[in-house]
């Protein structure tokens, strides 16, 4: 495949993760290290594709 429409794609899975795993205010699903790990990748590949 190629031409303008072709987009490098990467998933991560965190194991052992719910759903809301990102969510710090309830410890019963908060998982910091992947939370941390989860909002690094956000950044980057905003820094990456966001003009602006």
Same mark, same amino acid.
């Given at each position: 495949?190629?031409? %303008?429409?072709?987009?490098?794609?990467? !998933? +991560?899975? $965190?194991?052992?993760?719910?759903?809301?795993?990102?969510?710090?205010?309830? =410890?019963? !699903? $908060? +998982? =910091?290290? @992947? =939370? %941390?790990? =989860?909002? @690094?990748?956000?950044? %980057?590949?905003?820094?990456?594709?966001?003009?602006?």
């Amino acid at each position: 495949m190629s031409g %303008k429409n072709e987009h490098l794609t990467a !998933v +991560r899975f $965190y194991h052992g993760c719910s759903h809301g795993f990102f969510d710090d205010t309830r =410890a019963d !699903v $908060y +998982r =910091a290290a @992947e =939370a %941390k790990d =989860a909002w @690094e990748r956000t950044l %980057k590949l905003f820094a990456a594709n966001l003009n602006g």
